[in-house]
Structure formats: structure tokens, C-alpha cells
């Protein structure tokens, strides 16, 4: 098993940045692609971002348009989304994905994911 746990969420004005959090433990953290979706309310989960294993692969939503950088730490057990120039329709739920697969990702079926972590912004 592995656990994911989310932080950094909160409230911000549009124009904003934030830095979510995702801390991992149990499994080998290193053996795991990994990413980040989000759901709005009243919308679909959709994929934002996904390192691979070594962070030597990396893909983007087209609506992140360089707003957004994704990266992790393997010896910390971490990852990490730094979010810039934030606009309310970035509010959503922000959720860690874990997966032994850069597509499983990518694809939105890991293996395991956090509880979230909530961002809103306001105009």
C-alpha cells in the first residue's frame, strides 16, 4: 500500500501562486510515476500533470500553458505542483496520483491517490 496525503491548498486571488504538496509513504515512492488531477465542482476529475519515476518525463494539460511546473523529490517521498498566475478557473479539488505506469497516470487509473487538497480562487 501507499498513502498520499495532500497540502498546500487555500484561497488565493486571481494572478495568484500556490504550491501543493504530495507526501508519500509505504510503498517505494521511486518505483512510481506520479501526477496531479482536479475536479471542480459540478465537473469532471480531469489530469493536470505527471512526472515519470525520474522525473525525466514530464506532460502537461493544455490548459496549464507553462502556468503550472510539476516535479518531485524521491528521497524526500515527495511531489510537488507550483502553480502560477492562478485564475478562478483553477478552483477545484487537487488530488495525487501514484502509478506504477507514466500512462496509468496520465490515463487517470493509478493505483493510488490522496483525499485532496482544495484550491480556490477568486477574482
Known amino acids: 500500500q501507499m498513502q498520499l496525503v495532500e497540502s498546500g491548498g487555500g484561497s488565493v486571488q486571481a494572478g495568484g501562486s500556490l504550491t501543493l504538496s504530495c507526501a508519500a509513504s509505504?510503498?517505494?515512492?521511486?518505483?512510481?510515476?506520479m501526477g496531479w488531477f482536479r475536479q471542480a465542482p459540478g465537473k469532471a476529475r480531469e489530469f493536470v500533470a505527471a512526472?515519470?519515476?525520474?522525473?525525466?518525463?514530464?506532460l502537461y494539460a493544455d490548459f496549464v500553458k507553462g502556468r503550472f511546473t510539476i516535479s518531485r523529490d524521491n528521497a524526500e517521498k515527495m511531489m510537488y505542483l507550483q502553480m502560477n498566475t492562478l485564475g478562478p478557473f483553477d478552483t477545484a479539488d487537487y488530488y495525487c496520483?501514484?502509478?506504477?505506469?507514466?500512462?496509468?497516470?496520465?490515463?487517470?487509473?493509478?493505483?493510488?491517490w490522496g483525499l485532496g487538497t482544495q484550491v480556490t480562487v477568486s477574482s
Open positions: 509505504g510503498r517505494t515512492f521511486s518505483n512510481y510515476a
Open positions: 512526472i515519470s519515476w525520474d522525473g525525466g518525463r514530464i
Open positions: 496520483y501514484a502509478a506504477s505506469s507514466f500512462t496509468g497516470v496520465v490515463s487517470g487509473t493509478p493505483e493510488y
